[in-house]
């Protein structure tokens, strides 16, 4: 199955959705394909014309331009999303924050979807990560 997972670009999150047999949908791949690609022609700069377009799918021209270009990256990787995995409260260095309220939105897209979802408090010692990968763990196998 396809996991969206939040942040977007937790390496931990791809790494154990991955481990268990799934196809984790992540910021990063998605990011390696676009500057890549022989359309992009000065990477980092990988918008297009066709990403501000997008970007209106998921959020109004009233959003910021920074939501719309990250929900023209996320909003596909939600579309395909056939499960979720959501860590909350994680620190700064854990995955792709900069910008809070895209977060918040790209969550209430996943689950206005209707999709299984697993929501997770960052954990905050050695004992709390272990049951945090035993709940991941259960969760995927449990979508099979």
Known sequence: MKIFIMPPNSLILF??????????LSLM???????????????????????VKLGLKYAGI????????RLAIYGPLIDQAEAAIFMEDAPYSFGCVGCQRTNELAKLLVRKRKVP???????????EA????VRVKEFLEGLK
Request: cysteine-free; hydrophobic content about 30%; glycine content about 6%.
């Open 62 to 69: 009233e959003i910021p331009s920074g939501i719309r270009g």
């Open 15 to 24: 790494d154990l959705v991955e481990r268990f047999g799934h196809e984790p």
């Open 117 to 127: 979802i697993l929501s997770l408090d960052y954990p905050s010692n050695e004992d």
């Open 130 to 133: 272990k049951d945090m990968v």
């Open 29 to 51: 791949k998605a990011l390696r394909d676009r500057v890549t690609s022989n359309e992009i022609e000065a990477p980092p700069l990988n918008v297009t014309v066709d990403d």
